[in-house]
């Protein structure tokens, strides 16, 4: 290697080096600990966490696809749930609420039309500056305490997520949690159940871990031992096709099979339905008979009046004349050329639709030997021979 080479290499060696050194200097090492992703059941149930809380409580929990009435002291927990979508299901859930349950909502819960505040008299209160709260509350945990009430024995819960609103109602209230901005969960007696709301989002997924949100729910949900809840939530509701499929699986099964049959109904084929046969050469005295055949069964008369012409051209050749002569005379002529008997001749010329297939045969002999021997020059054979 060459100084210049030897020079250049030695500089970005340096380089190199200073700058592992600035980089290791200035920078800090620290471990952090991150979330892993949630599987199996955790990963498709909001409420797996709420659910594993409930049952180290001694609480039978469901997570129910739909509303289906519960006893009722039982406890339903609703989460991203449309209160107006079915009036149906709205009125059950009501009268369930009624003869006794025990109903709690968060802040995800949408009605529309106000039904859901006109049937439990509560509704959510905004202040008039928003932003000023918003940016007086970057903290998004803070503490809300029972009936807002500072002394040591009052209930104090961390609340994180909390809506920037509060709750009102025109009804006495069974148990509240206040902050500064006003009542943020809310329980109210309706007939002899009661509906609790929070106005937060505290009880899905992993937000049940943060703050005192699973002494929250239970405080909500007023959990006893012994006790039925179940957790429901439109979220994670089915696709179109699932729904489909679930609630028409005939229907589909029966369109599919037709779709089938019309498409191979009317598909263009690879080839013929059955094999196609060896072909197989015939004799010329198969062929002879076969053509004999066909024409006797489907062709008689034409057959029969074949014959009859090819005897009178035959005919004309040995017989002067023969055009002129009657049928009787031309028997007798053809009788002395060809020595077959007259009557024999006049009786094979007769109409071929009143004999009977044997006796047509005999008839169609009869005329061919005839004509045969009309064409044999007996002179010239003779001559010949000589």
Request: aromatic fraction near 8%; include cysteine.
């Amino acid at each position: 290697m060459t100084r210049t080479g030897v020079f250049i290499s030695s500089c970005v060696a340096v380089v190199l080096g200073a700058l592992f050194y600035w980089v290791a200097s200035n920078s800090d090492w620290v471990d952090t600990k991150l979330p892993t992703p949630l599987r199996g059941e955790a990963r498709t149930n909001p409420f797996y966490a709420a659910q594993r809380l409930a049952e180290a409580l001694h609480v039978h929990a469901t997570r129910d696809g739909q509303f289906t009435v519960p006893p009722p002291d039982a406890v339903v927990v609703l989460s991203a749930w449309n209160w107006d979508l079915s009036t149906a299901r709205r009125v059950a859930l009501e009268r369930w609420v009624e003869s006794g349950g025990r109903l709690v909502v968060d802040s995800t819960v949408r009605a529309e039309e106000r039904a859901f505040e006109q049937w439990s008299q509560i509704a959510w209160h905004y202040p008039d500056d928003l932003k000023k709260f918003a940016s007086d509350n970057d903290d998004p945990c803070h503490t809300v305490a029972e009936d807002g009430n500072a002394a040591p024995n009052a209930e104090h819960f961390i609340v994180c997520d909390v809506s920037v609103s509060a709750l009102t109602t025109t009804r006495t209230p069974q148990w509240a949690l206040r902050d500064r901005l006003g009542i943020q969960a809310l329980r109210v007696a309706i007939g002899r159940g009661s509906v609790t709301v929070v106005n937060a989002d505290p009880f899905r997924y992993r937000d049940l871990l943060d703050g005192d949100h699973a002494a929250l729910l239970v405080a909500a949900a007023q959990f006893r031992a012994g006790d039925d809840v179940h957790f429901l939530s439109e979220n994670d509701h089915p696709s179109l096709s699932a729904l489909v499929w679930q609630h028409g699986a005939p229907v589909v099964v029966l369109a599919l099979v037709l779709i089938t049959a019309v498409l191979w109904r009317g598909g263009v084929r690879f080839g013929p339905r059955s094999a196609p046969s060896i072909p197989a050469r015939r004799s010329l005295a198969e062929q002879i008979r076969g053509s004999g055949q066909f024409a006797l069964r489907y062709g008689r008369d034409a057959l029969h009046a074949a014959c009859v012409r090819a005897l009178d051209e035959a005919a004309r050749r040995r017989v002067n004349g023969y055009a002129r002569l009657t049928a009787e005379q031309r028997a007798a002529a053809l009788s002395r050329v060809t020595g077959v008997d007259a009557r024999a001749i006049v009786s094979a010329e007769g109409d071929a639709r009143a004999r009977r297939p044997q006796e047509l045969r005999r008839a169609i002999a009869v005329l061919e030997s005839a004509r045969r021997e009309a064409l044999l020059d007996r002179k010239k054979l003779a001559h010949g021979t000589r």
